[in-house]
Structures are given as C-alpha cells and as structure tokens.
C-alpha cells in the first residue's frame, strides 16, 4: 500500500485519474478483510464552518471512484482529532484548508497514524493533507526575517518561514500548488536555510505515489525535487510521462 500526494487542483479531472490507485487500494484492503459494503474511508477535514458541505461535495466525487462506506472526521480549525476517530478505517483521506490548523488538529493521532500506514492502510493527502505528511513539515509563511521567499497569498497566515513536526510518514518536505501559488521558491529557501533537507513541491491535479518501487507521478503536471548540492540547491522536474 502507499503514500499518495495530491498538489491541490479541485474538482476531479481526467476521470479521476490521479484518484483512482488510491481507491483500487483500498478496495484491495477492504477485500482482504472480508468487508462487503465498501471500503471503510476516513475522510478528514479541518475547516470552519463549510465541512460538512465540502464532506458531502467529496463524498460524492469519491462514490463516482469507489465502492466506500466514508467516514467523517470533521473538526473546526485546530480543534483536536482524537486517535479513535480512525477505527477499522481500509483508507485515510487528509484534505485541504489552511496547513498549520490541520497539523496541530491531527497532531494527537500521528501515532495512531503511523501506526495504520505502516500496518498498510492507503493514506492520501491533498493540499494540506500533503503538506503534513513530512518528519519536518513546511506549514506556511512568506519570509525569512526580512527577505521575501514567496507570494504572502500563499502564506498559510503565517509570516515568517514555519517548519514543525509533522505526521513524519516520509522524510523529505512537501510543498503544493507549486507552479500555481509558486511554491517552489520557499522549498528552495528552506532548503537553503537548512530548515529542511530537501524536498518536493507538487503541482496542482498531479499526484505523486510513494510505495514500494519507485516513485510514481500521475496527472496533468509536474513534481519539483529540490536537493542540497555544495552549499547551494539542485532543482529538477518528473512528469506523468517521465514517472
């Protein structure tokens, strides 16, 4: 089972193309645990006041994906999840909103987690969901002390450069909505910095599969890689039709 990584880009396109791994792997846990009604799908969201209309908007994409029995993890920004809200769960969907409420709402189950990933559950982050999944994960901000690094659009609320502890699933950062909001330039800077150790930033309607084997990128976009090199960075690009 894997890691899956959405950029951000919403309504589905492509007939749900960079979806669809996903909800075959859940369906092949649900299978394996002799479930008949569907894949058991924990569907998380961190918003104030539109949740249970974005619940419902994505529980009818995903109906179009998959046979699922969704399960609503809802919670206003950083209101805590408790770890038991992912029982018996055969996938874990993280969405999107504002990166650092959803850290700090999911913080008291990043045990539970780890836990479930490493015992083989799906997980797909989008957008924040993305974000999140670092040992050490970028969760917004616009400047290194007085030096702009990115747009303040896309700042997350957050001034300054912030890295904390994130779900820890993978040990490289994610940043998202790189070429649309322009990301890239503050994985660059905390590269630089030293803040991270490198890291990717995902495009918009593009998805990147971490399992076993060798990465996957799916969708109509791109995957930037940023690297330490002697004292400076090394940026490169993967596609779909590169993967």
Known sequence: MSIHLIGGGWPVEDEGAVYRPFFDEIAAHAEAAGKLEGARLAIVLVRDGDAPEKYAELVAAFELLGKIEPVAVLAPENAPIAPAAFADVDGIVVWGGLTPAYRQSLEPSFLELRRLVASGVPYLG???????VAE???????KIDAVEIGAEEASEDLEQLTVAEGLGLIDLAVDVHAAQWGSVSRLIAATEAGLVDGGVAIDEHTGLVIGEGPLRVLGRGSVWKVTPDSGSVRVSTAGADRA
């Open 126 to 132: 989008f957008s924040a969901g993305a974000a999140i």
């Open 136 to 142: 050490r994960a970028i969760v917004g901000g616009w």
